[in-house]
């Protein structure tokens, strides 16, 4: 047993106003941070500075590629913790974002944290007040001196960056009762355009999922787009002549990408989980089962809301394997010809390059990892159907991918300097088609995880594009899959999570892992850097595994057998982790 040691009175005295002092100086220093806090207007959003992280995916072209340098193939190796702080319980996809030195990031349990980005002090909090707790976000906005936050009751509020003291809180209404349904507000809302925009999801509702624009001072609605098409309206015709209530699917998970120049912003709409009426085409004039505008890239205009223009994917997808992830920009020379364009792949890990000013279609490239598409018509994007994935009555045939996708929602890492995109994949098939007492949506399909007919026993790909060519580059294969979106650095470097707890720096040019770190849970969230103070940092969430990463781990389980024995058992509690060169 230790001995008690007790200091003489003026030591004790010293040590208390020391520590007051010390307290003093982080208020001190934490109210300056605050008080530097410059506001956001439309100039920084287009030309974000290099050491902040100021949206979803760092950028309006939503690349997740920073600007920063400070950490290279050449010192990376000595990335350390820097500091962490603990968070809640329960599953998310959350992204930190990062302005003058101020972190913001959305919790689990509807609470919103303001940190000091160089040690994780906590400047402020904010709960919002909700018996609905999904904390199944993937993010915030900031614009002004506002943070926006949504939350899974459908309310988004506007909260000061300096107090968090609520500036306006709006309720977005839906078409019918949530409770008839599922709701929710999972992607990252957007500034475009001096409009506030934010995608709605819709599981198995009438009338499906849609995207609002809201006034940036009030929080009033301005405008609203449907994803699913009503009937006499533009797509109308595309649902098999079924009433508005019997449509439903659209749901909008992500934010959208923005073209200041063009006026347009990009997003992305899910698949119909009802695709038992779409089944079979009615083969009456004019009426299809094409489903508008699921599975679709729709830009529209962010002050109106106007559609001006639509390219729907996968029509009619019996699969569930959606197309509504990021639309990434860039500008590409195509048949000789320099076009700005949106490219984006769905779970089956095959891209679609169009134009971002028409919609028209421009060229396709396939990972490898699907059989369900057999050719895409090179003049229309139009997809061939591999006849064993059309649901049937007669036999299980193996599908690539398996429904949870080639792809999900880890989003690609795309650096606009090189012309390289990176992409975290799964490589897994599924024994599925037969229509039975199915689990894959309401045709009732069977779908039984299954390994790759050429199956080496490794299942996570990290894939390499070169954009210029629309080739292949390197790709970094392992036992477990990716489990979370990549983060691209002019620093040469790519990061990533994967489902063993490991998080990864892979060299740029090669797909060597440079440095790497296992952590106590799974990571599952978007890595973002910043830098303060001429140091720079990178920060992961572990510990809040979404509904998509906690299925999986099961699965990879399951499928490796004694293997499985060589993965970490999550075991650490949920928090965000933030390492730097020392």
């Known amino acids: ?54 949206m979803w995916r760092s950028r309006y072209d939503l690349s997740g590629h920073s600007a920063l340098d400070l950490i290279d193939a050449g010192n990376v190796s000595g990335l350390r913790q820097a500091w962490s702080v603990p968070l809640s319980q329960g599953g998310n996809m959350t992204t930190p974002l990062v302005h003058d030195g101020v972190m913001f990031i ?46 899974n009751d459908l309310d988004l509020v506007a909260l000061n960056v300096r107090t968090g003291a609520v500036i306006w809180e709006t309720s977005i209404s839906t078409p019918v009762e949530p409770l008839q349904g599922y709701y929710g507000l999972r992607g990252a809302p957007m500034i475009a355009d001096g409009m506030l ?24 609605e301005q405008w609203r787009f449907h994803t699913v098409a009503r009937p006499g309206s533009p797509g109308g015709e595309t649902w098999n002549n079924l009433p508005l209530q019997a449509r439903s699917g659209g749901s909008v998970w992500n934010s959208g990408s923005y073209d200041a120049e063009l006026g347009l912003v990009y997003f992305g709409a899910a698949p119909t989980y ?63 010809q320099s076009r700005k364009v949106v490219f984006t792949a769905g779970k089956m890990a095959l891209y679609d390059v169009v134009d971002a000013e028409t919609g028209e279609y421009l060229e396709s490239i396939d990972l490898g990892l699907q059989n369900i598409v057999s050719a895409v018509n090179p003049q229309t994007g139009a997809k061939s159907i591999n ?36 992409l975290p994949a799964l490589e897994m098939c599924m024994m599925a088609g037969l229509m039975a007492d199915g689990n894959l949506l309401s045709t009732g399909i069977e779908a039984t995880p299954a390994p790759r007919a050429d199956s080496d026993g490794k299942f996570g790909r990290l894939q390499a594009i070169n954009m210029e060519t629309m080739e292949m580059a390197w790709r970094h294969r392992e036992l477990t899959p990716p489990s979370t979106p990549l983060l691209s650095t002019a620093g040469g470097l790519v ?10 720096a892979f060299d740029a040019q090669t797909g060597a892992v440079l440095w790497e770190t296992t952590l106590d849970h799974l990571p599952s969230s978007f890595p973002i850097t910043y830098a303060v103070d001429g140091k720079q940092y990178v920060a992961i969430v572990k510990g809040q595994p979404s509904r998509w990463t906690g299925s999986l781990y099961g699965i990879i389980q399951g499928m490796l057998g004694p293997e499985a024995q060589s993965i970490p058992t999550p075991s650490g509690q949920p928090g965000l982790v933030v390492f730097a060169v020392e």
């Open 495 to 504: 990061f990533g999570g994967n489902l063993d707890n490991s998080f990864k």
């Open 387 to 422: 006849p064993d994935s059309v649901p049937n009555r007669e036999a299980n045939h193996l599908l690539c991918p398996y429904f949870l996708g080639g792809r999900n929602w880890q989003a690609g890492a795309y650096n606009p300097d090189t012309k390289m995109l990176y």
């Open 197 to 220: 925009l934010q995608g709605v999801t819709a599981t198995m509702v009438p009338e499906g999922g849609f995207i609002v624009g809201l006034d940036l001072e009030t929080g009033a």
């Open 274 to 336: 009802d695709t038992g009426p779409l089944l079979e085409n009615l083969d009456v004039d004019g009426v299809t089962n094409d489903a508008l505008f699921t599975n679709s890239t729709m830009a529209l205009r962010p002050r109106t809301g106007e559609l001006a223009w639509h390219f729907q994917h996968m029509p009619n997808d019996q699969l569930d394997l959606d197309w509504v992830y990021e639309r990434q920009l860039d500008e590409l020379e195509i048949n000789g």
């Open 106 to 151: 959305a919790d689990t349990n509807n609470i919103l944290l303001a940190l000091d980005a160089r040690d994780g002090t906590e400047l402020w909090r904010y709960e919002h007040q909700s018996e609905v707790f999904d904390g199944r976000r993937q993010g915030i906005a900031l614009y002004g001196d506002s943070v926006f936050v949504p939350h």
């Open 1 to 54: 047993m230790h001995p008690t040691i007790r200091l003489p009175l003026t030591a004790s005295i010293l040590l208390s106003c020391l520590a007051f002092s010390q307290t003093g100086a982080q208020e001190s220093q934490a109210q300056q941070l605050l008080d530097n806090y410059r506001r956001i207007d439309s100039a920084m959003m287009q030309n974000p500075p290099a050491e902040d992280w100021l």
